[in-house]
């Protein structure tokens, strides 16, 4: 069962978990430094420095795609449709991973266009899925 949809709906959950593991040692460090008080924190770090800013904006796009993206490869597991997803589900993941990359390194235009561009890669991967996989349960 070791298929393209599923490595690539955990490797989505693991990128997600990791960007909060991340978030979370940081914080840690801050407040075991006092630099910051235990509940100094906002939850889009909007106090902190510009990357964690950046961290905790990229591991809330994450979040919030993993209902519909990660909804969409856990369908096509459940529903033995697997075929539908596997094609793309790499290319998925590396979109994914590339959106959150480029958050972290920068918020320049150029890097906030090409971050719109791998967030379009998975909602063009996105509307493909869920038109075939209508298809595949119809």
């Not at 069962?1 to 040692?25: C, D, H, K, Q, R």
């Not at 993206?69 to 596997?86: K, M």
């Not at 791998?118 to 119809?138: D, H, P, R, S």
Request: with cysteine.
């Amino acid at each position: 069962m070791n298929s393209p949809t599923v490595i690539s709906l955990l490797g989505f959950v693991s990128w997600s978990l990791l960007l909060l593991v991340i978030m979370e040692a940081i914080r840690t460090k801050m407040v075991l430094t006092k630099e910051v008080a235990p509940n100094g924190f906002n939850p889009e770090n909007s106090n902190l420095s510009p990357f964690m800013q950046r961290l905790a904006r990229a591991h809330a796009n994450c979040v919030e795609g993993l209902p519909i993206f990660g909804g969409l490869l856990a369908f096509s597991i459940f529903t033995g449709n697997q075929s539908v997803t596997d094609q793309l589900a790499h290319a998925f993941l590396a979109a994914r991973i590339a959106q959150s990359a480029v958050h972290l390194l920068s918020t320049s235009p150029a890097a906030v266009t090409l971050r719109f561009s791998f967030f379009a890669v998975q909602m063009i991967i996105g509307v493909f899925w869920c038109y075939k996989l209508y298809e595949a349960v119809a």
